[in-house]
């Protein structure tokens, strides 16, 4: 079983070149086990940067919570 934490915003690149961000949350079951569900958000971004200002502003994400694909 798997204890890695997964960061709950995704950055990456889309096969034409845009950035896109998927928000990811992890709940456990009554074992123990993660269960990572994820909901890819519909808005495309020039930037990696541009999509952390939205994921800052529309979700609160904080400095960290960002992973690269």
């Known amino acids: 079983m798997?204890?890695?934490?997964v960061l709950p915003f995704l950055i990456n690149k889309d096969?034409?070149?845009?950035?896109?961000?998927?928000?990811?949350?992890t709940r456990y079951n009554s074992q123990g086990y993660p269960i990572v569900t994820s909901a890819l958000q519909a808005e495309q971004f020039k930037t990696a940067?541009?999509?952390r200002t939205f994921?800052?502003?529309?979700?609160?994400?904080?400095?960290?919570q960002?992973?690269?694909?």
């Open 2 to 5: 798997s204890r890695d934490n």
């Open 15 to 25: 096969p034409e070149g845009h950035f896109r961000l998927t928000v990811r949350d």
């Open 49 to 51: 940067t541009a999509a």
């Open 55 to 64: 994921a800052r502003e529309n979700f609160k994400a904080e400095a960290g």
């Open 66 to 69: 960002f992973a690269t694909k």
